[in-house]
């Protein structure tokens, strides 16, 4: 019998499969010289091409340190803030003026805010007029609907539900149009007042 000579890959698969039954280094003799690489034209063939390469020449599913599974990495870190409330409050015809320390010092007494919002533009960091309230729970939130067209320095300001996110969908509008239906109906009928 003619034994067929094994190419390159072959040799490699030979040898990786041999390194995963014994679990052990594969001999030396296991690839031909012309295959091994040293650190530095390993390194330079990643950025060379672009892509990454085993350092180890398992699979990578193994971490090399540990020798224990590799976790996959997230392409997005996970939100800090994971008990978020809901209850966000919109302020709108602020001044351009405005700080924070105003805005929280008017609604201090509607109590239970947990953050303030003012919106900026990104290029040109000026004030774009509106803001955002989040309160800790439902009853902070509705005393802080009492304050919908109060005076805020000589302007009437808007204190209005959100519906969360942004956009302008269809089924958003129709979201915050029934939210504030409702909330007009119950100022109306003076629940709210």
Do not use: W
């Not at 499969?17 to 012309?34: I, L, M, Q, T, Y």
Request: net charge positive.
């Amino acid at each position: 019998m003619v034994e067929k000579k094994l190419s390159k890959k072959e040799q490699k698969a030979q040898a990786f499969r041999k390194k995963g039954k014994k679990n052990e280094a594969p001999e030396p003799e296991a690839f031909p010289e012309s295959d091994l690489i040293d650190e530095d034209a390993d390194s330079k063939a990643t950025t060379s091409t672009g892509k990454r390469s085993r350092e180890d020449g398992e699979s990578g599913k193994l971490d090399n340190e540990t020798g224990e599974p590799r976790k996959k990495k997230n392409r997005r870190p996970k939100k800090k803030n994971q008990n978020h409330t809901g209850y966000i409050l919109f302020v709108g015809n602020l001044p351009f003026d405005t700080t924070k320390a105003d805005l929280e010092k008017h609604f201090e007494s509607a109590e239970g805010l947990v953050s303030t919002r003012l919106m900026t533009d990104k290029d040109t960091k000026k004030q774009k007029g509106f803001a955002f309230l989040e309160f800790k729970d439902s009853e902070c939130l509705q005393s802080a609907l009492k304050f919908h067209h109060t005076l805020f320095k000589r302007r009437q300001i808007n204190v209005e539900l959100t519906a969360g996110g942004g956009g302008k969908s269809e089924a958003r509008q129709e979201k915050l149009q029934v939210k504030r239906e409702k909330l007009r109906t119950e100022r109306v009928s003076g629940l709210c007042r």
